[in-house]
């Protein structure tokens, strides 16, 4: 391996390990844009990572440290408890996946019940939704869409991956009688 290969290598590492969340590809290129063909470098780095305690993931070229998940069973007692999520507070993070850009007022439509504003605060906080902007309709209000870091959370590469109506269907979580429009989800 080159002198030059390896400095690129560390200081990509490093870059991605120094970052509180996932970094985005543009974002690793403008730090060190002296250097070319950043994409087969972090190939290279992700590749050497498969073996490791620690894999190297990307998610819509949003490039994260993650353990692997083969070792889990080791590291129980250093998990993280994750509050479960409320009905409601999952339905509404569904609802903005799958039909975004979308209004807290369409959200309601779909759910059948107004939508508290405890619910919003708790998938901002979590970095799951963001506004996007406002429809241009009377009232103007606001457009919500999911997060990068929603992507990575939920371990999903896009939104693509997001269950299909049939698989909604088969899993019991989305029947005839459901308020939810399931003729609005491919």
Request: hydrophobic share 35%.
């Given at each position: 391996?080159?002198?030059?290969?390896?400095?690129?290598?560390?200081?990509?590492?490093?870059?991605?390990?120094?970052?509180?969340?996932?970094?985005?590809?543009?974002?690793?290129?403008?730090?060190?844009?002296?250097?070319?063909?950043?994409?087969?470098?972090?190939?290279?780095?992700?590749?050497?990572?498969?073996?490791?305690?620690?894999?190297?993931?990307?998610?819509?070229?949003?490039?994260?440290?993650?353990?692997?998940?083969?070792?889990?069973?080791?590291?129980?007692?250093?998990?993280?408890?994750?509050?479960?999520?409320?009905?409601?507070?999952?339905?509404?993070?569904?609802?903005?996946?799958?039909?975004?850009?979308?209004?807290?007022?369409?959200?309601?439509?779909?759910?059948?019940?107004?939508?508290?504003?405890?619910?919003?605060?708790?998938?901002?906080?979590?970095?799951?939704?963001?506004?996007?902007?406002?429809?241009?309709?009377?009232?103007?209000?606001?457009?919500?869409?999911?997060?990068?870091?929603?992507?990575?959370?939920?371990?999903?590469?896009?939104l693509?991956e997001?269950p299909?109506?049939?698989?909604?269907?088969?899993?019991?979580?989305?029947?005839k009688?459901?308020?939810?429009?399931?003729?609005?989800?491919?």
């Open positions: 391996m080159l002198k030059e290969e390896k400095k690129v290598l560390r200081i990509i590492e490093a870059l991605i390990f120094a970052s509180e969340k996932a970094i985005h590809l543009n974002d690793i290129k403008k730090r060190i844009p002296e250097f070319e063909n950043i994409n087969s470098y972090l190939l290279k780095l992700q590749k050497d990572y498969e073996v490791r305690g620690i894999n190297l993931k990307v998610s819509d070229n949003m490039w994260y440290f993650e353990t692997s998940p083969d070792l889990s069973e080791y590291l129980k007692e250093h998990k993280i408890i994750r509050k479960k999520l409320s009905k409601a507070a999952m339905e509404t993070l569904s609802i903005v996946a799958y039909f975004q850009p979308i209004t807290k007022p369409e959200i309601d439509e779909i759910r059948g019940v107004s939508t508290h504003p405890g619910i919003f605060e708790l998938l901002l906080n979590n970095d799951w939704i963001e506004n996007k902007g406002r429809k241009e309709v009377p009232g103007r209000p606001a457009l919500w869409h999911t997060t990068k870091y929603f992507l990575q959370y939920f371990n999903l590469t896009n693509k997001l299909s109506k049939k698989e909604l269907k088969e899993m019991g979580l989305l029947t009688g459901d308020n939810l429009k399931d003729e609005l989800i491919n």
